[in-house]
Every structure is written in structure tokens, then in C-alpha cells.
């Protein structure tokens, strides 16, 4: 308030001629002026703002009522002190310095109050009619961020007003943050991958995803550092998101939550083709006009697919309204078509194969050979008899020898 001396003098006004008395009047007519303004100025400037499209005007002048109210306040006790008396150089720089201490300390909560109400008039008015719930869970982080940052900001505003010296406190919190960064590399990959996540709105609470590792299960929430699952056997399984976001997703709730039926049946290759093709359309028919857990408006699709080894297969093809369904629609399904099979005669072949053999090979020629085996040589047949040679030593002693070169008896 040095500017306001220069000014005085010149009324003739010295600081030392002015009385308590006087000062007390100061300093009652900026309380005066603080409440006209918090009770009076306010409701008129507050009752302009119905006139505007938006609500962020009422946001603002709410988040600035209370510190201008008290910044008013505050400056008539100071021109109520400084105009007064007659202080020391001392006292006098002790008096500004705790002046501009509540001044700065009343900016930073005017600033925190802005930007909550920034944040609140997002979150309250905006969030809702957006897509997406991404700025529902990112707001409220950015939010704490923020007014961290605020309060940071005027905390080493203060420490510079009393003559601290900031600039090692600013190099000791960037080697600080430094080292927070490389000890908290795990959780700021997990951070980061989370917004990802998010962001890319691949999952959403409720669907039902199967990861690439084959671990599937309901989506209970996305988080900044995990992914909560509820599997089937209702187990919880915590994913990080660093590797979430790395590994291949099944959404069966994306793009829409129906799911196909793709069955798959087979036919003897006696059965009438057309018969079966009639009755599968007039069943499905039957279960899309009765069963509001399939899909009427999507249709019913039948074709022949293969000639396999004992029937020839045909699908069947039909929408569910979603996963579950489709269990419920794909066994009733089952049933109706082997119900109307059985009242119609038409078979479905157990797994079989036909073998065909050469004449000279399988089950008929080894039953010839053994036939012939039992019964002995074919009529008209002549077995010779195996001729054996006589031992070479019975022929070199004469022994039983009746040849041209045996013993004489005559």
C-alpha cells in the first residue's frame, strides 16, 4: 500500500495524523463493503446468471464468492493498520509481509476453488451426455493432479515471500522425481496402460472377454493399474494392464451383444434331402416365433456343408440376444430338431466305414485257405513223396546197398 502514501500526502494526511479511531472506521467499512458484497452484490451478479445458456458462469462466481469477500476484508484491516500509525521500518516490512502472506494464501484458494469448480461443472453437466465413461474415471485423477499442482505452486510462492531460497528444493524434486520414477516404473506402466485401456474402449464393465492365455470371464472393473475379471466359477482374476493391453481380447459382447449359432448336425445318406431341409427351417422357424431369447429379426439359415464318412452334414445358423442366451437357444434347439427326426424317421448314422479287400487279400481268402487247409489234397491231385538220399557212409560200406555197385549174392 506504499502507492496510497504519495496520494495522502498531498490531502495533507500524514500516516502519523491519522487516529485509532479512524483506523477502526476503515476497517468497519470494509467489513461493511465485504458483506453488501458476500450478501448483497453476489445474489444480483448470481440471479444474471440464470439469463446464460450454461451453467459454468454460476460454477465460477460460486468458486469466488468467499476469497473476494475475505480479500476485502483483509485489504480494509491492512489500510486500517498501515494509515494509522507511524510504524518502524521493521514492524512496517513485518506488516507487509504478512499482508502479502494472506493475500497469496487467499489466491491459492481462489485458484483451488476455480479449478474444482472447472472440474465439477465438467463431471456434473458434461460427463453424462458423453459415450463414453472414460472421463468419468480420468476427471476425478485429474482433478487430485491438479489441485496438487495448485498447492504446490503457492507453497513455494510462500517460501519465496519469506526470503527462502527455492531453487534447491525445485533440483532436489526433480532428482526426487527422478528416482520416484524408476522405483515406480511397474505401477506408472500399469498407469499408463490404463488409460490406454480405457481410452481405446475395447472393454466396458459387464462384457464377457476371453483373454489369449484362455482366461475369460465377466469384466468387473477397469482400473489405473488392473482389470478385474469374474470368471464363470465365480473366482476373481486380477490382469495388470500392462499386460492387458498386450495380449489378443475376445469381446462376445462386441459389436453387439447377440451372438451366432452356428450348429452343425448330420444325416444318414439314405434320408430325403429335402424332408430334412423342411423340417429344420419349420423348427427353427418355431423357435424364433416362440422363444424371445433368439433373434426373430435376424432369420434362420440353413445348407448342406460336407459329405463326411457315415451321414452328410448340414448347419444350422441363428442369433441369440446374447451370450448366455445362446446357450439356452442352441440346447432348445437340439431338442426340437431330434424330437421332430425321431417323429419323421430320420436317421443320424452312428460313426461307421465300409472296408472293400482285394481278391487276394482280407477275410474271404484267408477262409478259402483255411478250407483247404481242413479238407485235404483236390480230387484228381497225385502227392509225391519226398525222396530222402541215402547217408553217404551206408553207401561206402555196402550196408542195405541193392544199386549195380552192391555186393554179388549169386
Excluded at 24 to 51: C, D, E, K, M, W
Aim: hydrophobic residues 45%.
Amino acid at each position: 500500500m506504499h502507492f496510497l502514501e504519495p496520494w495522502l500526502s498531498e490531502l495533507g494526511l500524514a500516516s502519523q495524523a491519522w487516529h485509532p479511531v479512524i483506523a477502526l472506521s476503515i476497517f468497519l467499512t470494509g467489513a461493511v463493503v465485504a458483506f453488501l458484497f458476500h450478501q448483497v452484490i453476489y445474489p444480483i451478479v448470481l440471479r444474471f446468471t440464470n439469463f446464460t445458456p450454461t451453467n459454468l458462469d454460476v460454477s465460477l462466481v460460486r468458486a469466488f464468492r468467499r476469497p473476494l469477500a475475505l480479500g476485502i476484508l483483509m485489504g480494509g484491516l491492512y489500510l486500517a493498520l498501515v494509515l494509522s500509525f507511524d510504524y518502524s521500518p521493521v514492524v512496517r516490512h513485518a506488516i507487509d509481509r504478512a499482508a502479502g502472506l494472506l493475500a497469496l494464501t487467499l489466491g491459492v484458494f481462489a485458484a483451488s476453488g476455480l479449478v474444482s469448480a472447472l472440474f465439477n461443472w465438467y463431471y456434473d453437466e458434461v460427463a453424462p451426455r458423453t459415450p463414453t465413461s472414460l472421463d468419468d474415471r480420468i476427471i476425478p485423477m485429474l482433478r487430485r493432479i491438479v489441485m496438487g499442482l495448485v498447492y504446490a505452486m503457492g507453497g513455494l510462492l510462500v517460501l519465496d515471500l519469506l526470503n527462502v531460497n527455492i531453487s534447491p528444493i525445485l533440483a532436489s524434486l526433480g532428482l526426487g522425481g527422478l528416482a520416484v520414477a524408476l522405483a515406480l516404473q511397474p505401477t506408472l506402466s500399469n498407469l499408463f496402460a490404463g488409460t490406454y485401456v480405457m481410452t481405446e474402449g475395447v472393454v466396458s464393465q459387464g462384457d464377457y472377454i476371453e483373454l489369449e492365455s484362455g482366461v475369460a470371464g465377466y469384466v468387473i472393473d477397469v482400473g489405473w493399474r488392473s482389470t478385474r475379471l469374474r470368471t464363470w466359477t465365480n473366482n476373481l482374476v486380477v490382469v495388470p494392464n500392462s499386460r492387458f493391453a498386450e495380449t489378443i481380447i475376445t469381446n462376445f459382447q462386441g459389436p453387439i451383444p447377440a451372438v451366432n449359432i452356428y450348429l452343425t448336425c448330420g444325416v444318414s445318406y439314405d434320408s430325403d434331402l429335402l424332408l430334412v431341409e423342411q423340417v429344420c427351417r419349420e423348427e427353427m422357424d418355431k423357435l424364433l416365433e416362440s422363444d424371445p431369447r433368439a433373434v426373430k429379426d435376424y432369420g434362420a439359415y440353413f445348407a448342406y456343408e460336407s459329405f463326411d464318412d457315415s451321414n452328410i452334414t448340414f448347419y444350422l445358423f441363428i442369433q441369440a440376444r446374447d451370450r448366455i442366451a445362446s446357450f439356452e437357444v442352441q440346447s432348445e434347439l437340439i431338442r426340437m430338431v431330434h424330437q421332430r427326426f425321431l417323429e419323421e424317421g430320420i436317421v443320424i448314422n452312428y460313426p461307421m466305414r465300409t472296408i472293400n479287400f482285394a481278391d487276394s487279400h482280407g477275410p474271404a481268402a484267408d477262409a478259402r485257405a483255411a478250407s483247404q487247409r481242413l479238407s485235404g489234397p483236390a480230387p484228381g491231385s497225385r502227392e509225391v513223396p519226398e525222396r530222402r538220399e541215402a547217408p553217404a557212409s551206408s553207401v561206402a560200406h555196402g550196408d542195405g546197398g541193392d544199386g549195380p555197385d552192391g555186393p554179388d549174392f549169386g
